[in-house]
């Protein structure tokens, strides 16, 4: 059974359907992205599954319970971490107390998972003292993962970690991706960086304005053509 | 000063030109200050509010207030090192006394103790003014600056609870025209008023708190005129706009206890200063507690809050709760203290002065809204009827816009800011996030925040 399956979801903003009957499945334990233009519906997509939208008609299913209507800041704590578009981290806050956001849903001591969230990320733990909106972008991003990751999280949901951000700091970043799945979390990843989320996801679907159009292994998806022309700048074959 | 590396030339011819325009700025200023302060036109002579106040020697004087001010603003922009590590001094001493809990426990303990004994010296009107004008408004400071300072909610609407307080007052002491099944006394009264704040708070919160910043100012605009409207017209119920008299001072009746207010200003006094206390001491625990961190996170960021699993809305509502059952109290203890109640005294200008009071003093630090509300309801009353700085009752909300634009410029974090809130413009003087009063979000997607 999958740990995170959305079936036949819509979602409209008034009259306008951003969503049509997407279905998609996310195993425990793996990397999987969502590919896709602007405005093709990803977004919308991971703000369904955090109950941020709601799905009409369709369901949400998480670890086979109906999670449709329930409150966003609840889902958060049934364990889907929701790293949001544009990293939103808290600017007046410093980096630890960032941190300490992320796990507010739970109580108890917060050491271990503060030295995984530093293991991670090192340069968290240097600048652990310094406000969230004095970090550069990829730190914002890394504090942003590193955040989410508090709250102890069966499955992360990642909103295009690449945005604004230098070549080398997204290869670092989808390392860690790597790495956090590596420890047992399950990563949706959505992004407009194909090669790069292909090149560490197991799984991928495309989404074209609102719908599936195609899924497939990574690597399948990778060496298509379409995917190609469409997503990797290449000229059709 | 020049972070970046420019030839020498072009920074003097920069920093001059500034000079010209602050010298500009200034002179402008004193000018609008002679105008304001100068004789009125009258029918007959429509220009001589400005040929009386600018053709008379007078506009001298504040012309060389205008260059003074100059020099001083210009000799503090030159000097900004200094001055930064100066008030870094200041900051630092502060923060080394206030966070010795001996030193600050033993500060609170010798202000109480001021609190108790100085107003017996004083004669009956300050003692009103200690009443009237400063504790009922440092209660009323310190409420909304839990709505507007730890939440970030900007409430326009603060006074209307107030005016809910000042009518359960009426309504359970059986002043109104429509009477309650039994009377109470006043002090009775106190938790049904603020339970009646509560929900009202909660009625209309629980809707318009899903808004954001400037929909939700808006709301709770249209919700302080609509009961002063009610208030006014639903004359069988309200009594009406000439309002309502007879409401009973306090009174304790305990088997053998009795007390009863009166008159006097000074058994008021210390009932107000004990609940004062009372909710200084709660919220700053709700300060440094769960909640409190919940409604910092809210302020920055509510998307991201509730990516983190605060319960955003559910937070929201208990702030502005909270901050609607002190302005409750407050009109309760107001109306049985002058034994009247009328809706001329609930206008938005009152909320509009209460946000004054809390942005002097620096929003969302609990000293900061109780000296703002203690230093700006003093004044007036001080310089009312002082030889040279007198000044007319109707004009006091142009000295306090005035006086407020000022502090903007030179102050913005207040006279006794908040350790967060000094971050926050510290952070945007180097050019990162906001330092909007109300809004946390450093990304401009996030709409009015």
């Known amino acids: 059974m999958s740990l995170l399956a959305l079936q036949a979801v819509e979602v409209s903003y008034g009259s306008i359907r951003a969503l049509k009957a997407v279905s998609l499945e996310v195993q425990e334990g793996e990397i999987v992205t969502l590919l896709g233009a602007n405005g093709a519906g990803k977004t919308t997509t991971l703000r369904t599954i955090s109950g941020l939208l709601v799905p009409r008609p369709g369901k949400v299913i998480f670890d086979g319970a109906d999670i449709q209507g329930v409150a966003p800041h609840e889902i958060v704590g049934l364990g889907i971490g929701h790293v949001p578009e544009g990293r939103r981290i808290f600017p007046r806050m410093t980096v630890v107390e960032n941190l300490e956001m992320g796990a507010y849903r739970r109580r108890g001591n917060l050491g271990p998972d503060l030295d995984r969230v530093f293991g991670l990320f090192p340069v968290l733990l240097e600048r652990r003292k310094q406000l969230g909106g004095t970090l550069s972008g990829g730190e914002q991003q890394m504090l942003a993962i590193g955040r989410a990751l508090m709250g102890q999280p069966r499955v992360l949901l990642l909103d295009e970690p690449s945005m604004g951000l230098a070549p080398l700091i997204v290869a670092q970043i989808f390392g860690i991706i790597k790495e956090i799945r590596q420890s047992g979390t399950t990563v949706l990843l959505v992004e407009q960086n194909a090669a790069q989320a292909l090149s560490v996801a197991d799984r991928g679907y495309v989404l074209e304005t609102g719908e599936i159009v195609m899924s497939d292994r990574a690597e399948v998806l990778l060496h298509d053509d379409r995917v190609r022309a469409a997503y990797l700048g290449e000229g059709a074959a | ?449």
């Open chain 2, 1 to 449: 000063m020049s972070r970046i590396a420019i030839n020498g030339v072009s920074m003097s011819s920069l920093r001059r030109s500034q000079d010209v325009r602050r010298l500009g700025a200034w002179v402008l200023g004193a000018l609008i200050l002679a105008v304001m302060t100068g004789p009125s036109g009258t029918t007959t002579s429509p220009t001589a509010g400005f040929t009386g106040s600018l053709l008379h020697p007078r506009v001298l004087g504040y012309l060389a207030f205008g260059l003074v001010m100059w020099a001083l603003s210009t000799a503090r922009v030159r000097s900004r090192d200094r001055v930064h590590s100066a008030t870094r001094g200041v900051q630092q001493l502060r923060e080394k006394l206030l966070g010795d809990n001996r030193v600050r426990h033993g500060t609170y303990l010798v202000l109480l103790v001021l609190a108790i004994l100085v107003p017996t010296q004083l004669n009956s009107f300050w003692q009103e003014v200690l009443v009237d004008q400063i504790g009922v408004f440092v209660l009323l400071a310190v409420g909304l600056n839990v709505v507007v300072g730890y939440a970030g909610l900007l409430d326009l609407g603060y006074i209307a609870f107030y005016a809910i307080g000042a009518y359960s007052a009426a309504y359970w002491t059986g002043a109104l025209p429509v009477h309650p099944v039994f009377h109470l006394n006043p002090f009775y009264v106190i938790p049904l008023a603020i339970l009646a704040a509560v929900v009202a708070g909660v009625i209309l919160g629980v809707p318009t708190l899903r808004l954001r910043g400037d929909y939700l100012a808006i709301v709770t605009l249209g919700f302080g005129e609509i009961i002063s409207i009610v208030a006014t017209n639903l004359s069988s119920v309200t009594g009406g706009a000439q309002g309502i008299i007879g409401i009973p001072h306090f009174s304790v009746h305990l088997s053998s206890f009795h007390y009863q207010w009166g008159l006097s200003n000074l058994p008021y006094y210390y009932l107000l200063l004990g609940f004062v206390v009372i909710v200084l001491v709660a919220f700053r625990s709700l300060e440094n507690s769960r909640v409190g961190r919940a409604l910092a996170a809210i302020r920055e960021d509510e998307v991201a809050a509730e990516a983190s699993g605060v319960g955003v809305l559910k937070y929201k509502v208990m702030a502005f709760a909270i901050g609607a059952s002190t302005s409750g109290f407050a009109g309760l203890l107001f109306a049985s203290k002058i034994s009247f109640v009328a809706p001329g005294d609930f206008t938005v200008q009152l909320s509009i002065l209460i946000l004054v009071l809390v942005t002097f003093g620096g929003m969302g630090s609990l000293p900061g809204a109780v000296l703002g509300a203690a230093v700006l309801q003093w004044a007036p009353e001080y310089l009312r009827n002082h030889p040279i700085l007198g000044f007319q009752q109707q004009d006091l909300y142009i000295y306090l816009g005035a006086l407020l634009v000022v502090m903007m410029i030179f102050r913005p974090s207040g006279i006794w800011p908040s350790r967060r809130r000094r971050r926050e413009l510290a952070l945007a003087e180097e050019g990162v996030g906001t330092a909007d009063a109300m809004s946390g979000s450093s990304d401009p997607a996030a709409g009015p925040g």
